[in-house]
């Protein structure tokens, strides 16, 4: 499928694609982060939702419910903004619409079963039960990122092309754990799908990409999997959060048994995404850097660099950033920076390096009925990018 690039209309200030969708995000994480202060501080939930550890359980989800669809309601504007206006290829408003209501639906579905979840296991056990729902919750999420990307959004399942199935080949890869599907998004890179990388979700426009750069992309995918590194961003990124729910529990002193306790959680768990999104770049873009060098060991740094060039153009198409911008925005660096730090060591990728981490941390706060995860950047106001954010 061809996914033409349509460069964005001048903005009034001058901004770059590229940082006008940064100041956007910055305002929706800025919102989202205001509101959830805003919640705590004057215990908003405590005035209209109930606190009572007795109430049905299907009164409790109600309010519950009420709360999360305006939650929904409230992100439209945002949304609407880095859907239809802030983009290089338009669909027009009502497919958008059309694709950011099942997204948002599919969302607030989740929400739902993990509040369910939470409340009940908080009402059958207390708070060690709670945490425990939550990290099962977490770990569906991951084990199905792939399915769940599709569900979000339309993206349908096509055949491998055979020059991605050879180049799967030539990069070490079993072509059978290669899914090819049809994103609407030239953005959407795909990645591995599950906890222990059993499925490797890649966009059909990969196929496009010349032969040396889709092998190298596919070969540092490979070597994201086999050195552990996709692992490690998961179990990385369910541990923080799990952090983050205990941290929360225990400063606002509220239990999920109750509505109001389960919102004011969400709202505490909105902070803590926030110190996430802050806190869990850096070690994502050492990460980056380690796969990088991994990768051109094996297959050299000539296809790597035209992999890497490629696939930002379709996505930020920003070459060069500071400092501070890459530093406290940016999980993955820009593509000068990694071309510059191209180097040839099989060994490079370390035990420590957790692929991802700051967006696997993201996509799991869905767990803990976060919006954080669609307000960055990268992603806001595209539900096809909601699952498997843009990435390297």
Known sequence: MTLPTLPLPASPH???Y?????????????SAVVLASSLLYAQLPSWGMSMSEVQSVAA?????GIAFAAVQVAFQIVDLMGGVWLVRRRDGAFRWLARWARGSAVQWMVWMC???????AARAGGTPAAVAAFIGVQLWLAATRGRMARVITSLPVVPTPERIQQAAAAAGLNPSRVQVVDSPDESFVGGWAGITARTLVVPALWAQLPEPALRAMLLRRRVAATSGAHTRGVIGAVLWNVLGLVVSLTLTGVTPASAAGMVTLAAAMTLWAFLG??????????????????????GGAAPMREGIEQLDRWQDDEPVRSVGVETIFHPVPGRTARIARLVGNANAVRWWH?????????WLGWGACTPLSRAVHCNVGRPALWAMLPGD
């Not at 590229?18 to 800025?30: H, S």
């Not at 409790?60 to 519950?64: E, K």
């Open 60 to 64: 409790a989800l109600l309010q519950i």
């Open 18 to 30: 590229a940082r006008a969708r940064l100041f956007l995000g910055i305002t929706a994480v800025g």
């Open 354 to 362: 957790a692929h991802h981490v700051a967006r696997h941390a993201l």
């Open 14 to 16: 001058g901004l770059t």
């Open 277 to 298: 999104v802050l806190v869990l770049p850096t070690p994502s873009r050492a990460a980056v850097f380690a796969l990088d060098a991994a990768a051109t060991a094996e």
């Open 114 to 120: 993990s509040a369910a979840a939470l409340l009940l």
